[in-house]
């Protein structure tokens, strides 16, 4: 990846976030993001670190993310430098914050994976509502709550950054899904999931690859997505033609409420 690269999928993870924000506020190592109409929604309300951190610890972030994210339950920072996250993950762990690498894969191949995937047809946000509130049912911590919140979001999504949704159906349902984002000759695939009665069918597959063609025929000449370093869709995205190329770090704690139900989902006697 070119550093050309690297700033527009940068200032496109940017523009994503901010433009559907309700508030975009600076602070003194970058910006913070605020979505008060889904305030329980994490990747829609948390704090960005553009800048050097410094001598800066951990603890002293973590400090001033509490002030900075006082009006929601959980908290979030995103650092932008893959050096600056990678001394500060082990102190954000030892503080109870989930760590996440996050690697930006560009599309720079022919795909290796040729089988006869399913019919993929674009819809619009209405059309994927109940396959994104299964999608957060079956995470362990969600809420029918936060499950409803989560779809709402795309509607505003598509309103608001003109987000487009492609999904393939297998045996009349609704099997997969995933997001496109576009914005000055790039496109991001985001959000891809496949409903678990349907996995292992392609149809995760076909939905990124649609995607991705239809991207470049809107006139992207960068098609990229994220994925997290350790877990396995990465390695399904590079037999696509997906490329990993720098990245990002972000750090999560849930709310109380979200840690207390996994909690009580994983001491439970089904």
């Known amino acids: 990846m070119t550093a050309t690269e690297r700033e527009r999928i940068q200032a496109m993870m940017r523009w994503v976030a901010e433009a559907s924000a309700t508030r975009v506020e600076p602070w003194r190592l970058g910006t913070a993001i605020y979505t008060e109409d889904f305030p329980g929604r994490y990747d829609s309300n948390f704090v960005r670190v553009e800048r050097s ?15 900075l994210l006082a009006g929601v339950r959980h908290r979030e920072l995103y650092v932008e430098d ?34 006869v995937l399913p019919t993929v047809e674009e819809v619009d946000a209405t059309a994927v509502r109940q396959a994104v509130m299964a999608t957060h049912l079956a995470i362990a911590g969600s809420s029918r709550e936060d499950a409803e919140m989560l779809a709402d979001f795309r509607l505003v999504s598509e309103q608001r950054t003109g987000t487009r949704f492609f999904a393939a159906r297998l045996d009349g349902e609704l099997a997969a899904y995933c997001e496109l984002y576009l914005h000055e000759g790039a496109a991001q695939i985001e959000d891809v999931n496949t409903l678990v009665a349907h996995r292992n069918r392609g149809a995760g597959r076909a939905v990124v690859l649609a995607a991705a063609v239809a991207g470049r025929a809107a006139g992207a000449d960068l098609v990229w997505l994220l994925a997290d370093e350790d877990d396995w869709p990465r390695h399904l995205y590079a037999k696509l033609g997906f490329e990993a190329l720098g990245g990002c770090w972000q750090f999560t704690k849930m709310a109380p409420e979200h840690q207390a139900q996994m909690q009580s989902e994983s001491t439970s006697v089904p």
């Open 82 to 115: 893959l050096g600056e996250g990678a001394r500060l993950a082990a102190g954000f762990r030892d503080l109870g914050f989930a760590v996440d690498r996050l690697v930006s894969m560009v599309q720079s191949a022919t795909p290796t994976d040729n089988r």
């Open 53 to 67: 951190v410094g001598s800066t610890t951990p603890a002293e972030l973590a400090a001033e993310v509490d002030d």
